[in-house]
């Protein structure tokens, strides 16, 4: 064991025998016990700089795990955004192309997408299962409007006759159906669709067929209508000139008169109507986008 206490002298020549100094063993264990303390306290230094660089690293990889969690749900959203869109497209279209291939009064198409159907019920989990079910019912509407597109190349004749296409190019101000009259007194049914042009626009037969009209009617004024097959007949009003007489035969997107302001109107347009046998349709169901 250590000595509790230790003197050491020192022989010098000329004064004899001289104490130089007494070690005590408390001079001995304090250096250790300074080493020690250091060596612990630098342990847990390095402890706590490896744990914090740890901490930092992993609150860096979390925070990009955040930003791409927040960038993929934006890709998510954009993506039904887009599948809604194009399934409400594809649905509209697929009603107008079963109208063509049906008789006038059948309903025609699967139609389109319901918009409860279109509606997410919750986020989280079931986003991507209403995802996958939007794109399965997307898929079924093209496949059955490719269906459809095939049954209108077999029956092309039937598809020119039918009116699919717009007379002239314009913007619709009135709808098919109940309104208040535009002369200012009640309300009255408006059997067609009033477009909006410039007087003297070129208008086209939407569909191949036999001019049975073209003169003036009170109301009308100068008007033209032609009988296409399958029981549908259409009418165009206030024109300003009239290209074709009774009795002649029209092809699908032919020129027959130019737009005009004649008859009772309240500015100059196209009054565009279709009959199905004999009876008032919208023509909106027809005219093809």
Sequence with gaps: MLESELDIFVYHARHGIRRLFTYRRWMFLAPLLVLAVSAAGGLLLWRYYDGHEALVERSRLAESQLVAQKARLLALREQARRLVVEAGRIGSFDAKLGVMLT???ENGGMGALPASELVPEALGRRFNDFLDSLAGRMAVEEVHQQELLRSLAERKLEFMAKPSLWPLHGYITSGFGSRPSPFGRGGDFHNGVDIKVPTGTPVHAPGAGRITEAGFMHGYGLRVVISHDFGLETVFAHLKKVEVKPGDLVKRGQRIGLSGNSGRTTGSHLH?????????????QYMLD
Excluded: C, F
């Design 103 to 105: 008789r006038p009064g």
């Design 272 to 284: 565009y109507e279709i009959h199905a046998n004999g009876t008032p349709v919208n023509p909106r």
